[in-house]
């Protein structure tokens, strides 16, 4: 019994953590298509977000059939808990990637940010590809060290926001309300998708070790 449960801990390990890839590389693709006003990249974008959906839906029945089956107790307990949870976050990676693209879509064939703020959603989409990735690695890995890490691209991400924030609230601003209110929600995506990115390392930290670390954004509103 104990090597049937090993093998499908590791089998959902790996999906979560393709789970995670995936959603990486959505918002990688989304950005591009932001910063481009590539519509047919958005689409692709949004009809692949099944792909994920249906990675999701695997996931939690393995989770719940290890939950079910094994009846796990003590650290095997934390791992399909934890699993379940990380489930949630990676799901919210793939939902704010695809509300990235749908905003391309929406403001098409114009593009969604004025050309003034590109290098600032240029440098989001890269800190939440990197982030992405490492999520992916450390659910991999069960790296706690390289988990912990997370948070210092989440303060990356953070400093990116207040700067867009800075420019859209300055009475220089001649781009219009519109412009300013579709900036500040797509800062929101992007700082959302790395706070998610933090908390599967949270808990892959939690998971290996038992203690789960302080919430770095515990103020911060969910979504």
């Not at 064939?109 to 982030?131: I, L």
């Not at 579709?182 to 706070?195: I, N, P, Q, T």
């Not at 998971?207 to 670390?213: K, N, S």
Request: without cysteine; hydrophobic residues 50%; glycine residues 6%.
């Amino acid at each position: 019994m104990r090597v049937i449960y090993n093998e499908q801990m590791a089998e959902l390990a790996d999906l979560l953590g393709g789970m995670a890839g995936l959603a990486g590389s959505a918002m990688e693709r989304a950005t591009q298509s932001l910063l481009t006003a590539d519509l047919e990249l958005a689409e692709q974008v949004i009809s692949e977000y099944d792909r994920i959906a249906e990675m999701i839906q695997l996931a939690e029945e393995k989770a719940f059939a290890l939950l079910a089956l094994q009846a796990p107790v003590a650290g095997d307990l934390r791992q399909v808990v934890s699993a379940i949870q990380i489930v949630s976050d990676v799901n919210r990676m793939g939902v704010l990637s695809l509300h990235v693209a749908k905003m391309t879509r929406r403001r098409f064939p114009a593009h969604a940010v004025p050309e003034a703020v590109n290098s600032y959603f240029a440098e989001m989409g890269r800190v939440a590809v990197k982030m992405g990735a490492t999520a992916k690695e450390v659910l991999e890995t069960r790296d706690p060290e390289r988990a912990a890490k997370l948070t210092d691209d989440d303060e990356a991400m953070d400093d990116l926001r207040k700067h867009l924030f800075t420019l859209i609230m300055d009475r220089d601003w001649q781009f219009g309300v519109a412009a300013a209110v579709d900036v500040a929600l797509l800062g929101r995506y992007y700082e959302r998708f790395a706070d998610h990115a933090v908390e599967i390392g949270r808990r892959v930290v939690f998971l290996v070790t038992g203690v789960l670390p302080p919430d770095p954004d515990s103020e911060k509103e969910s979504i």
